[in-house]
Structure formats: structure tokens, C-alpha cells
């Protein structure tokens, strides 16, 4: 009886020790399995936030150069000089048009010879009045070719103030560096200082969306059903795409509504 005994206690360490071995593997495996989960995900982590660093600090610093304008300018000792303030540099000409950077013939009178020792004011002087050059000014706010704006239609018809799109910049006393887009050519003050499109101020960007969201908001003689930002068409058109027949579409999509649409302020 003792022997069947033995017998029996043999075959179920074997059958145990096998059922162990067997486990064994599997147990490796996922310690395995589980062993490099951690290191994948830390390095995912790192991975997102090295591309938001690369994306939103060192490419717009590697994508715009820096310029210094010609000469410099006091914006806020020639207002408190001039008679007319900002009018007396830049004013509208008897055909409407809007005189922006100033040309020589406005300067000249007042600079005709040297005042006082600014080394840019000799240089002015020296450089540009007595040879009849005009200063290659840097345009912050100039526009693509294909874009028109109407100054008068701002600032005359709808009775806005410089400020809402330059800022203080009547109060500057100097110029601040001119930053060039180096794929477009264009002036960092277009897109704006964040390259997410971000902006606390009104005078932060000049895109269209801005224009858009401006005539939306307060454009009295605009019929405001149906106005939408490029964005917000944008957004139309992919839910359209998805689910077709579930946007709303129709008249006045532009941000004119039906006042010629997109031609009158792209050519």
C-alpha cells in the first residue's frame, strides 16, 4: 500500500512540476511584455513635447530674419512737434488714396540740413535728402499684392482708430526690428507673434480671419446672417465632406455677403 502510495506522490510532483514548468514561459513572457512599456511611453512623451518646443519656439525664430530699418524714428518726439499729429505725416490725398510711409518731400522741409548730432539724423540727411533718395522703408504692415485695403473705408467710413490695427505706435520712440518671413517675404505683424495665431490684442496680427471677425462684429451696413470666417468655412467644408447635406450652406458666405464677395479686397 505504501508502494502504490509513493507511486502516486511521484506522479503528482511530476504532474505539478510540469504544470509549473508550463506556467513558466507564460510568466516570462509577460514580465516581458510588461518589461519595455514604461521606456515607450516616456520616450512618446519626450517625443510630443520636443516637437512642440521645435514647432513653437525654434522654428519661428529660424523662419524669420531680422532687419533693422534704414534709420531710425521717433514716433513720439515728431508727433508732439508736427502741428496735424499723425495726419501730418500720414493723411489722405484729394483722390482717397492714403499716404503710409512718408516720402522725402514730406521730411524735407524740416530736414533740409542737419539738426542737432543723431547719427541718424546726419545719415538722413547725408544719405538720403541731399542725394533725393527716398528711405527703402521696411513695410510692417504691408499686405500680399493680391490684397487691397481701403484706408478711407476704415478709417473715414467706418470711423475706426489707427490703433484697433498698429497699436501705439505713435507713442514709440524708436523702431522696433522688422521680422522677415523667409518662405513668404512678408512681415512677422501679418501672422503675429505666435505662431499658433494667438493674440490679445487687436492690432496683434493682421490675417484674414481678423478682417472677418471684425466685419462680423461690427460692420453696421453688413448683413451679419450667415457671415463666416475663413476658418469657419473651412470647418463647413469638412463636416460637408464627412456628413454631406448636414452644414448649413448658402448666401452670404463671404465676408462682404454678397457685395461682390472675395473681389472686393482681393484683385
Known sequence: MSTLDDHTKEISEDTSGGAASAKSPDAKMEKQDNGPGGPIILFFILGVFASLIMGWIIFPKLLYSQKKQPIDFNHAFHVAEVENGCESCHFFRKDGTFSGAPKLEQCIDCH????????????????????????????????????????????????????????????????????????????????????????????????????????????????????????????????????????????GDSVQTERDACFVCHK
Open 112 to 251: 533740409e540740413e542737419i539738426q542737432g548730432v543723431d547719427p541718424d539724423e546726419i545719415k538722413f540727411v547725408e544719405e538720403y535728402v541731399s542725394k533725393e533718395r527716398e528711405v527703402p522703408w521696411l513695410i510692417y504692415s504691408k499686405q500680399p499684392d493680391c490684397v487691397f485695403f481701403s484706408h478711407v473705408a476704415h478709417i473715414k467710413g467706418a470711423d475706426m482708430d489707427c490703433v484697433t490695427c498698429h497699436g501705439h505706435i505713435g507713442e514709440s520712440e524708436s523702431l522696433k526690428i522688422y521680422e522677415e518671413n523667409r518662405i513668404t517675404g512678408y512681415s512677422r505683424d501679418i501672422w503675429g507673434k505666435s505662431i499658433g495665431g494667438f493674440k490679445k490684442n487687436t492690432w496683434d496680427r493682421m490675417k484674414m480671419d481678423d478682417c472677418a471677425d471684425c466685419h462680423q462684429k461690427y460692420s453696421a451696413n453688413i448683413e451679419k446672417t450667415g457671415v463666416k470666417t475663413p476658418t469657419k468655412r473651412l470647418v463647413d467644408h469638412m463636416i460637408e465632406v464627412v456628413s454631406p447635406g448636414s452644414s448649413i450652406s448658402g448666401k
